[in-house]
Structures are given as structure tokens and as C-alpha cells.
């Protein structure tokens, strides 16, 4: 569920979580179709057989891959900024790649506001804090800390 506020409220949510997304499945075909969108082919990636031979102990999703999944997650649990007129992907501060996704994990969101500040009149520079779960694992798969440029009316 989205969080949406007035720009007004941003300092009440300084530090705190603001979302959640629901589980998201990261099966050979996307790895494939991202494979093919980069051309990136390396067999730990697209070649089962070959990637049960590492220590992995079959294909893995490419970190990429992870962190493009950040926007749908984004999109579903981020805060979102009441009227907004369009959101712009700024980049990011830190991003870590910290845990392999491997074939048929799950995965999820967590997205705490960072900061949060007014570039200029109605165009807010906001930093989540993404934590990257792999269902049944204890360690991450990515941190990151992304800032989106919210446009509002």
C-alpha cells in the first residue's frame, strides 16, 4: 500500500519506514529477458547446467536485474508526495550488492525516508534507504540509497 502525504508532513517521516512491497518472483525467464535487454549472457545467469557447477549451485539473477526490480517495488511502496505531476530518477548515493538472487527467490522492498528536501519551488529531492529481502535468507540481496526528484503541483 502507498503512502501518499502533503509535502508539508516530509519531516514527520524523516527515519521512518514508509513501505513495504509484496513478494516478487525472479524466475529464469526474467533473468533470460534481461539477458537478452543487456547482453549480459554470462552462463551463471542463463545457463543452468553450467551454473550448478559453482558454488552458487544454480543461475542467478544479474545484480542489475535486482536493482532495475527496485521500480516496480518503488512504485508500489515508496512514499509518494500528494499532487504529484511526475517523478525523476536521480540515481543513487550508495548502492551494494550484497547477497546473489538466486532462480525462483523471492524478493521484496523495504523503503525508509532518508531525507527529504525542496530543490526549489515544488520539486522535492526525497533519499529512501532500500533494503532488498530474499525470502528465507538472512542477509540482503541489495542496499541502496536512491533519491527521486518528486515534481509537484
Known amino acids: 500500500m502507498t503512502l501518499k502525504i502533503n509535502p508539508a508532513q516530509l519531516p514527520d517521516y524523516i527515519g521512518k519506514e514508509v513501505g513495504v512491497s509484496d513478494w516478487l518472483l525472479v524466475d529464469q525467464e526474467r533473468i533470460n529477458k534481461f539477458a537478452d535487454a543487456t547482453g549480459d549472457h554470462q552462463y551463471i545467469h542463463v ?19 535486482t536493482m532495475s526490480l527496485l521500480v516496480p517495488m518503488g512504485f508500489e511502496a515508496s512514499l509518494k508526495l500528494e499532487n504529484t505531476v511526475m517523478g525523476i530518477n536521480y540515481g543513487f548515493d ?8 538466486k532462480v525462483n527467490n523471492r524478493i521484496r522492498a523495504r523503503f525508509q525516508l532518508a531525507s527529504a528536501e ?7 529531492l526525497l533519499k529512501h534507504i532500500v533494503t532488498v529481502e530474499i525470502e528465507g535468507a538472512q542477509k540482503p540481496a541489495l542496499l541502496a540509497e536512491w533519491l527521486g526528484m518528486t515534481v509537484v503541483g
Request: aromatic share 12%; hydrophobic share 35%; proline share 9%.
Open 94 to 101: 550508495k548502492l551494494r550488492f550484497i547477497n546473489p538472487v
Open 47 to 65: 545457463d543452468p547446467e553450467r551454473a550448478a557447477q559453482t558454488p552458487f549451485g544454480t543461475t542467478i539473477a544479474h545484480g542489475f536485474l
Open 118 to 124: 525542496e530543490k526549489k519551488a515544488k520539486h522535492y
